[in-house]
C-alpha cells in the first residue's frame, strides 16, 4: 500500500530542487549575472531562438542522390518519440537558410508559407517545430526569462510611494522573493520582453560592447550583440508607462525601480499558449487590448493611479518571442491578412491607440489550390514581397513514402501478419502517380536521349535509390545520377490547366497522397482474401482504387508517354515485386552459392586493380606475380553486356572506387554498395542458370503441407524447409505468405514462357 505522506513529501523536495536547479524565479541583479555570464543565449530574439533549437537536436549530412542535403535531427521526433516528419529534407534546409538570414538581420520580416496539396505533411512540419521548441526550453541552453512588477503596501520609509509602514521583512535590494502574501500588486509583461531591456539604451550598448570585446576572436554569432534587437529593444507601452512612473517617483534611483522586477523563467507551451500558437482560418481578431482591471483586495500602488494601462492579449501576443503557425491562411478573408504585412516587415502589432513590438516568427500553410486563386488577386504582389514561400509537394522517394506507413500498420493490422514488399508496393505506386515526364529539351547532348526514354518506374528509382536504367555506360550513368537536382526542380514553376483551373503544376504537386495511401493499405488489411497483408491484397486494393475517378482527381489527368497512366504504374509495381521476390527465392533455396558469387567479384576487382594501375598480380597458389587475367575479368563482363570498351569501364570502376574512399576513408569497400546496379545485373545472369531448379523446388514448396505433399520427393523435402525457414528468418515471410509470393513468380514466370 502506498505511504501517501512519504509520496507527496518525495514529489515535494523534486519540486522544490527542480525549481531551484532550474532558476526559476531570479532577481534583476542575478538575471544580469546570468547574461554577463551568456549573453548570446539569454539575448536571443525569436528567430535566433528557433535557429539555435534547430541545431541543438543535431544536424548529419544526407547523401541523396545526385546531391548532399542537410538533415535536421529534431525532425525525427526522438527527443519525445512521437509523430516525426519523413522526408522533406529540402524544406528543412530552406526553412533554416531563411532563419539564418533573419537572425543575421535581427527580425523575421518574413512570413514562411508553406504551400502544397493536402496531407503531404504541412502541419506536421509545424507542429515538431513547436513540440521541439517546448522540450529545447526545458533544458538549461533553452532557458527564456521574462519580468513582472511587483508591488507591497509595506515598503521602508513611512508613506514612500504612499505604501505604508517599512517592516522588518521586506528586503531592501529586491522584491523578487518576497512572500506572496506581502505582494499587494503583480503585474506581468504579456510580451514577454528581455528583462535586458529595463537597462537604459547608452548604458546597454556600453555593457554588450564589453561582452564581446571580452570573447575569443572566433566566438560564434558574437555579431548578435552587435544587433538592433538587443540595442534598441524598447519596453513595451505598459512597462515603459510603470518604469517612467517609479523613476520619477524615486527621483532617478534606478536601483529602486529595479528593485520592483522580478525576473521568471518561462517555457515554451502549445496548451496553454505560450510563444507557440496556432491560429485556424476562423474569423476574428489576433490581437486587441482592453483597460487593465484588477482583483477585488488588490491595490495598485499610488503612484500608478494615473497611468492608463492596459492589457493586451489575442493569438500574437501569446506567440511573442516564440512561434505563430496561421493554418489554412488563405481561406480567411483577405481582409483579415492585411494587416500581416506590416507585423511581417516591421514586427509591429498596430491596437488602438498602441503599437505592439513583437518578435516572432510566423509560418502559415495554404493548400495549392487557395494559392493559385490568390496570386490571381491585386493584391498579391504586396503580399508576396512579405512572404517567403516554400514548396510542400507529396515525397518523390518511395522509400522514404514507406517510412510513413510503418507505425500506421502496426496499429491497423492486428494479428494480421504484414508480409514484405506490402509497404514497398504502396509506396512505390504512389510516388509514380506523382511524378511528370521529363522535358529532353532542357537537357543537352547525350544526356537528353536518355531522360526522353526514362520511365516512371526508372524515375521513381532513380530518385530513390540512384538506380539507373539497364543498358547505360558508365558515363551515361554518371550524367543521368548528376541531373536528379534538374530533374527534381525542372516543373518547379510550371502551370496547367486542369478542369477549367489554373494552377501550379510542380512535381509532388497531384497524385496519391500518403493519407490516400494509407487509406488503401487499411482496405487492403482488411480484405477477405488474402490471410496476410500482403502486396497480392495491396494490388487488389489499387484495381479497386482505380475505379473512383470522380474522387481522385488525379485518375482524371490524361497519360502523358506513360507518365500519370496509374494502370501502368500497377504493371510496373507488379514487375518490381517479381524482382524482388526472385531474388529473395533464389537466395532461400540455396541454388546459387553467394560465398561463391562474391569471390568471383572480390577476384574481378583485384585483377582490375591492377590491370588499371599496370601492375602485375600475385598468383595465391603458385605465389608468382603476372599480368591480370584477361579471362578473370573478361568471364565476368560478357555476363552483363558493356556499353562501352573493357578498358574505359575498368578505369571508370576504379575511379568510382578512389572517390567512394575519398568520401569513407575509414569505411570497408562493399562493392554491393558502390555498384549495385552491376552487382545486381551479375546476379541476375547467375540466377537465369538456376531458373529450372527455381522452378522444380517452388512446386515442391506448394505442394508440401496440402494433399498433394506426398508428391515432393523425400530427398527433396529437407530443401523445402530450408527455404521456408530462410524465407521466414531472412526475409520475414510466414509461411503462408511465402507460399503466396512463389505461386506469384510461378505464374510470371508461365507467362513469360508463353510465346
Same mark, same amino acid.
Given at each position: 500500500?502506498?505511504?501517501?505522506?512519504?509520496?507527496?513529501?518525495?514529489?515535494?523536495?523534486?519540486?522544490?530542487?527542480?525549481?531551484?536547479?532550474?532558476?526559476?524565479?531570479?532577481?534583476?541583479?542575478?538575471?544580469?549575472?546570468?547574461?554577463?555570464?551568456?549573453?548570446?543565449?539569454?539575448?536571443?530574439?525569436?528567430?535566433?531562438?528557433?535557429?539555435?533549437?534547430?541545431?541543438?537536436?543535431?544536424?548529419?549530412?544526407?547523401?541523396?542522390?545526385?546531391?548532399?542535403?542537410?538533415?535536421?535531427?529534431?525532425?525525427?521526433?526522438?527527443?519525445?518519440?512521437?509523430?516525426?516528419?519523413?522526408?522533406?529534407?529540402?524544406?528543412?534546409?530552406?526553412?533554416?537558410?531563411?532563419?539564418?538570414?533573419?537572425?543575421?538581420?535581427?527580425?523575421?520580416?518574413?512570413?514562411?508559407?508553406?504551400?502544397?496539396?493536402?496531407?503531404?505533411?504541412?502541419?506536421?512540419?509545424?507542429? +515538431?517545430?513547436?513540440? %521541439? $521548441?517546448?522540450?529545447? /526550453?526545458? *533544458?538549461?541552453?533553452? &532557458? !527564456?526569462?521574462?519580468?513582472?512588477?511587483?508591488?507591497?503596501?509595506?515598503?521602508?520609509?513611512?508613506?514612500?510611494?504612499?505604501?505604508?509602514?517599512?517592516?522588518?521583512?521586506?528586503?531592501?535590494?529586491?522584491?523578487?522573493?518576497?512572500?506572496?502574501?506581502?505582494?499587494?500588486?503583480?503585474?506581468?509583461?504579456?510580451?514577454?520582453?528581455?528583462?535586458?531591456?529595463?537597462?537604459?539604451?547608452?548604458?546597454?550598448?556600453?555593457?554588450?560592447?564589453?561582452?564581446?570585446?571580452?570573447?575569443?576572436?572566433?566566438?560564434?554569432?558574437?555579431?548578435?550583440?552587435?544587433?538592433?534587437? +538587443?540595442?534598441?529593444? %524598447? $519596453?513595451?507601452?505598459? /512597462?515603459? *508607462?510603470?518604469?517612467? &512612473? !517609479?523613476?520619477?517617483?524615486?527621483?532617478?534611483?534606478?536601483?529602486?525601480?529595479?528593485?520592483?522586477?522580478?525576473?521568471?523563467?518561462?517555457?515554451?507551451?502549445?496548451?496553454?499558449?505560450?510563444?507557440?500558437?496556432?491560429?485556424?482560418?476562423?474569423?476574428?481578431?489576433?490581437?486587441?487590448?482592453?483597460?487593465?482591471?484588477?482583483?477585488?483586495?488588490?491595490?495598485?500602488?499610488?503612484?500608478?493611479?494615473?497611468?492608463?494601462?492596459?492589457?493586451?492579449?489575442?493569438?500574437?501576443?501569446?506567440?511573442?518571442?516564440?512561434?505563430?503557425?496561421?493554418?489554412?491562411?488563405?481561406?480567411?478573408?483577405?481582409?483579415?491578412?492585411?494587416?500581416?504585412?506590416?507585423?511581417?516587415?516591421?514586427?509591429?502589432?498596430?491596437?488602438?491607440?498602441?503599437?505592439?513590438?513583437?518578435?516572432?516568427?510566423?509560418?502559415?500553410?495554404?493548400?495549392?489550390?487557395?494559392?493559385?486563386?490568390?496570386?490571381?488577386?491585386?493584391?498579391?504582389?504586396?503580399?508576396?514581397?512579405?512572404?517567403?514561400?516554400?514548396?510542400?509537394?507529396?515525397?518523390?522517394?518511395?522509400?522514404?513514402?514507406?517510412?510513413?506507413?510503418?507505425?500506421?500498420?502496426?496499429?491497423?493490422?492486428?494479428?494480421?501478419?504484414?508480409?514484405?514488399?506490402?509497404?514497398?508496393?504502396?509506396?512505390?505506386?504512389?510516388?509514380?502517380?506523382?511524378?511528370?515526364?521529363?522535358?529532353?529539351?532542357?537537357?543537352?547532348?547525350?544526356?537528353?536521349?536518355?531522360?526522353?526514354?526514362?520511365?516512371?518506374?526508372?524515375?521513381?528509382?532513380?530518385?530513390?535509390?540512384?538506380?539507373?536504367?539497364?543498358?547505360?555506360?558508365?558515363?551515361?550513368?554518371?550524367?543521368?545520377?548528376?541531373?536528379?537536382?534538374?530533374?527534381?526542380?525542372?516543373?518547379?514553376?510550371?502551370?496547367?490547366?486542369?478542369?477549367?483551373?489554373?494552377?501550379?503544376?510542380?512535381?509532388?504537386?497531384?497524385?496519391?497522397?500518403?493519407?490516400?495511401?494509407?487509406?488503401?493499405?487499411?482496405?487492403?488489411?482488411?480484405?477477405?482474401?488474402?490471410?496476410?497483408?500482403?502486396?497480392?491484397?495491396?494490388?487488389?486494393?489499387?484495381?479497386?482504387?482505380?475505379?473512383?475517378?470522380?474522387?481522385?482527381?488525379?485518375?482524371?489527368?490524361?497519360?502523358?508517354?506513360?507518365?500519370?497512366?496509374?494502370?501502368?504504374?500497377?504493371?510496373?509495381?507488379?514487375?518490381?515485386?517479381?524482382?524482388?521476390?526472385?531474388?529473395?527465392?533464389?537466395?532461400?533455396?540455396?541454388?546459387?552459392?553467394?560465398?561463391?558469387?562474391?569471390?568471383?567479384?572480390?577476384?574481378?576487382?583485384?585483377?582490375?586493380?591492377?590491370?588499371?594501375?599496370?601492375?602485375?598480380?600475385?598468383?595465391?597458389?603458385?605465389?608468382?606475380?603476372?599480368?591480370?587475367?584477361?579471362?578473370?575479368?573478361?568471364?565476368?563482363?560478357?555476363?552483363?553486356?558493356?556499353?562501352?570498351?573493357?578498358?574505359?569501364?575498368?578505369?571508370?570502376?576504379?575511379?568510382?572506387?578512389?572517390?567512394?574512399?575519398?568520401?569513407?576513408?575509414?569505411?570497408?569497400?562493399?562493392?554491393?554498395?558502390?555498384?549495385?546496379?552491376?552487382?545486381?545485373?551479375?546476379?541476375?545472369?547467375?540466377?537465369?542458370?538456376?531458373?529450372?531448379?527455381?522452378?522444380?523446388?517452388?512446386?515442391?514448396?506448394?505442394?508440401?503441407?496440402?494433399?498433394?505433399?506426398?508428391?515432393?520427393?523425400?530427398?527433396?523435402?529437407?530443401?523445402?524447409?530450408?527455404?521456408?525457414?530462410?524465407?521466414?528468418?531472412?526475409?520475414?515471410?510466414?509461411?503462408?505468405?511465402?507460399?503466396?509470393?512463389?505461386?506469384?513468380?510461378?505464374?510470371?514466370?508461365?507467362?513469360?514462357?508463353?510465346?
Amino acid at each position: 500500500m502506498i505511504d501517501l505522506d512519504t509520496f507527496l513529501s518525495q514529489t515535494n523536495e523534486h519540486s522544490q530542487a527542480g525549481f531551484e536547479g532550474q532558476k526559476r524565479i531570479l532577481s534583476f541583479r542575478q538575471y544580469l549575472d546570468a547574461f554577463c555570464a551568456n549573453p548570446l543565449k539569454l539575448g536571443r530574439n525569436a528567430p535566433q531562438y528557433l535557429l539555435e533549437c534547430l541545431e541543438h537536436f543535431g544536424i548529419e549530412e544526407k547523401k541523396l542522390p545526385g546531391q548532399k542535403m542537410k538533415h535536421f535531427k529534431m525532425f525525427d521526433s526522438l527527443f519525445d518519440k512521437g509523430e516525426a516528419l519523413v522526408g522533406h529534407d529540402e524544406v528543412q534546409q530552406e526553412v533554416y537558410d531563411h532563419l539564418r538570414r533573419f537572425a543575421a538581420t535581427g527580425r523575421a520580416d518574413r512570413l514562411i508559407l508553406l504551400h502544397g496539396p493536402n496531407g503531404s505533411g504541412k502541419s506536421t512540419f509545424v507542429e +515538431l517545430i513547436l513540440r %521541439a $521548441l517546448e522540450h529545447y /526550453s526545458m *533544458a538549461e541552453d533553452g &532557458a !527564456l526569462f521574462r519580468f513582472n512588477w511587483i508591488f507591497t503596501e509595506r515598503l521602508e520609509g513611512k508613506g514612500s510611494l504612499g505604501f505604508g509602514a517599512a517592516k522588518s521583512e521586506i528586503p531592501k535590494d529586491t522584491l523578487a522573493f518576497i512572500d506572496e502574501n506581502l505582494v499587494s500588486c503583480k503585474i506581468p509583461c504579456e510580451l514577454r520582453e528581455s528583462p535586458v531591456f529595463l537597462l537604459p539604451k547608452a548604458e546597454r550598448a556600453q555593457l554588450l560592447d564589453t561582452l564581446a570585446a571580452q570573447m575569443p576572436k572566433d566566438t560564434p554569432r558574437v555579431e548578435w550583440l552587435k544587433g538592433e534587437y +538587443l540595442r534598441e529593444g %524598447a $519596453l513595451s507601452t505598459k /512597462s515603459k *508607462a510603470i518604469f517612467d &512612473a !517609479l523613476l520619477n517617483a524615486y527621483r532617478g534611483d534606478l536601483l529602486k525601480v529595479l528593485r520592483h522586477v522580478q525576473v521568471e523563467r518561462y517555457f515554451i507551451s502549445r496548451r496553454y499558449r505560450t510563444g507557440a500558437v496556432v491560429i485556424e482560418p476562423q474569423q476574428h481578431v489576433d490581437a486587441t487590448m482592453r483597460p487593465m482591471s484588477f482583483d477585488r483586495g488588490v491595490s495598485l500602488p499610488p503612484v500608478l493611479h494615473g497611468l492608463q494601462l492596459f492589457d493586451i492579449y489575442g493569438d500574437l501576443i501569446d506567440a511573442s518571442g516564440g512561434v505563430v503557425e496561421y493554418s489554412d491562411m488563405l481561406k480567411r478573408p483577405l481582409e483579415m491578412n492585411k494587416y500581416l504585412l506590416n507585423t511581417c516587415e516591421r514586427g509591429t502589432v498596430s491596437l488602438p491607440g498602441n503599437l505592439a513590438y513583437i518578435s516572432l516568427v510566423m509560418f502559415a500553410s495554404a493548400n495549392e489550390k487557395y494559392l493559385s486563386a490568390f496570386k490571381a488577386n491585386p493584391d498579391w504582389t504586396s503580399f508576396k514581397g512579405r512572404m517567403e514561400l516554400i514548396r510542400f509537394g507529396y515525397l518523390l522517394d518511395w522509400r522514404k513514402e514507406r517510412d510513413i506507413y510503418r507505425d500506421y500498420l502496426t496499429e491497423i493490422s492486428g494479428a494480421r501478419h504484414v508480409s514484405p514488399h506490402a509497404m514497398d508496393v504502396t509506396a512505390l505506386w504512389g510516388v509514380m502517380s506523382r511524378l511528370r515526364r521529363p522535358d529532353p529539351d532542357r537537357y543537352e547532348g547525350e544526356l537528353a536521349g536518355i531522360i526522353r526514354g526514362l520511365t516512371p518506374l526508372e524515375k521513381a528509382r532513380l530518385y530513390s535509390e540512384g538506380a539507373t536504367p539497364d543498358g547505360l555506360n558508365t558515363e551515361q550513368k554518371r550524367l543521368l545520377v548528376g541531373a536528379v537536382p534538374q530533374l527534381k526542380e525542372e516543373h518547379a514553376e510550371s502551370t496547367m490547366d486542369f478542369e477549367n483551373f489554373t494552377c501550379s503544376a510542380y512535381e509532388g504537386r497531384r497524385g496519391a497522397s500518403a493519407r490516400e495511401m494509407m487509406t488503401l493499405l487499411a482496405e487492403a488489411a482488411n480484405s477477405s482474401d488474402y490471410r496476410c497483408l500482403s502486396p497480392l491484397a495491396v494490388f487488389e486494393a489499387i484495381k479497386e482504387l482505380l475505379k473512383d475517378r470522380s474522387v481522385y482527381d488525379f485518375l482524371r489527368l490524361e497519360p502523358d508517354e506513360g507518365y500519370h497512366d496509374t494502370q501502368v504504374f500497377l504493371d510496373q509495381a507488379r514487375d518490381q515485386y517479381y524482382r524482388w521476390v526472385s531474388v529473395e527465392l533464389y537466395d532461400s533455396m540455396e541454388l546459387v552459392e553467394m560465398s561463391e558469387f562474391g569471390r568471383r567479384v572480390d577476384e574481378y576487382f583485384r585483377h582490375v586493380r591492377a590491370y588499371v594501375a599496370g601492375e602485375k598480380i600475385q598468383n595465391e597458389r603458385t605465389g608468382a606475380f603476372e599480368e591480370p587475367s584477361e579471362d578473370v575479368m573478361r568471364g565476368l563482363e560478357k555476363l552483363i553486356t558493356l556499353k562501352e570498351s573493357p578498358d574505359t569501364f575498368r578505369r571508370n570502376l576504379i575511379t568510382k572506387i578512389a572517390a567512394y574512399s575519398l568520401e569513407h576513408p575509414k569505411e570497408k569497400l562493399v562493392y554491393g554498395e558502390i555498384f549495385p546496379d552491376l552487382i545486381a545485373r551479375l546476379r541476375d545472369s547467375y540466377y537465369k542458370e538456376k531458373q529450372k531448379g527455381l522452378e522444380t523446388l517452388s512446386r515442391y514448396i506448394l505442394a508440401s503441407g496440402t494433399e498433394d505433399a506426398a508428391l515432393v520427393p523425400q530427398a527433396d523435402r529437407p530443401r523445402v524447409e530450408r527455404t521456408l525457414k530462410n524465407m521466414r528468418e531472412k526475409y520475414g515471410y510466414c509461411d503462408h505468405c511465402a507460399k503466396e509470393a512463389i505461386g506469384f513468380v510461378l505464374r510470371r514466370l508461365a507467362t513469360e514462357a508463353k510465346p
